[in-house]
C-alpha cells in the first residue's frame, strides 16, 4: 500500500499531516520532495502551455458540430 502524505519536518523528525494507517514499528520508505520545489515549475507549465495557445491557436477548418450532434440526439 502506498500512501503519499504532506509532511512538515521539525527537529529532525517528520510530522504527518493527517494519520498514517501503520503498525506501530512499521519500516517505510521515504522520498522527500519540498512542496514548493514541485508546485512551481507546474505552475510556470501550465502558464507557459495557457500562453503558447493563446498564440499558436488550433483551427481545423472543419465543420463545427451542435452539442446535440456531439451527443447523437438528432
Known amino acids: 500500500m502506498s500512501q503519499i502524505v504532506a ?3 521539525e527537529n529532525g523528525v517528520f510530522k504527518p499531516h493527517e494519520e498514517l494507517r501503520l503498525a506501530p514499528g512499521t519500516t517505510v520508505r521515504l522520498i522527500v520532495d519540498r512542496i514548493d ?3 512551481k515549475p ?3 507549465a501550465g502558464a507557459e502551455l495557457d500562453r ?3 498564440e499558436l491557436p ?3 477548418g472543419g465543420i ?3 452539442r ?3 451527443h447523437e440526439r438528432g
Open 58 to 60: 488550433i483551427d481545423s
Open 42 to 44: 507546474t505552475q510556470h
Open 7 to 9: 509532511a512538515t519536518f
Open 37 to 39: 520545489d514541485i508546485q
Open 64 to 66: 463545427r458540430l451542435t
Open 68 to 70: 446535440d450532434q456531439l
Open 52 to 54: 503558447l495557445c493563446d
